[in-house]
């Protein structure tokens, strides 16, 4: 196979529709607009609008508070990681965030990765996250490992 031999599969790539082209394209004339009415001009943006009463977005309370700041941690469980230890995807001397990712248990890092509880940890494992709930860090501590925060 050579690179000027390579084409699509018949039929995976389509032309565009080109309307108001003549009545022979099937879409001449009006262009699939209709007949009069501000849908039919051009420059038209009426999504939410009610004609001219006061839009329902503009008639409800707003409600809470959106923190600009706030940070969007991937989230591993001890449970996850014994499961991973178990199987040999982890070493259990050091596991860190490059470590979690080559081993696929987390796909993204985000703001980071967060440790938390859920299940029961049994190895002796040395984790390195930037963020780790209390009980967390305690359940870790508890099997003889250690967590640091990066």
């Known amino acids: ?11 995976a790539r389509k032309d565009r529709k080109r309307v108001a082209r ?11 607009h209709g007949q009069k009415g501000q849908k039919s001009r051009s420059g038209v943006a009426i999504n939410g609008f ?10 409800l309370p707003k409600r809470g508070f959106n923190n600009p700041f706030a940070k969007e941690y ?12 178990d199987a040999g995807k982890l070493n259990a001397e050091e ?4 470590a979690l990712k080559s081993a696929g248990i987390i796909n ?5 990765v967060r440790l938390l509880a ?14 780790a709930s209390k009980a967390a860090v305690a359940a870790v501590e508890k099997a003889g490992g250690k ?3 990066a």
């Open 1 to 11: 196979m050579k690179l000027n031999e390579i084409k699509d599969n018949q039929g």
């Open 22 to 32: 003549g009545m022979g394209c099937g879409s001449g004339k009006t262009a699939g």
């Open 50 to 59: 009610e004609g001219g009463q006061m839009p329902i977005y503009r008639r």
């Open 74 to 85: 991937a989230v591993v469980n001890l449970d996850t990681i014994q499961k991973a230890v």
């Open 95 to 98: 596991i860190s965030v490059e």
């Open 108 to 112: 993204k890092t985000l703001d980071g």
């Open 118 to 131: 859920r299940g029961a940890i049994t190895s002796k494992v040395n984790v390195t996250v930037n963020s």
């Open 147 to 149: 967590v640091t925060l």
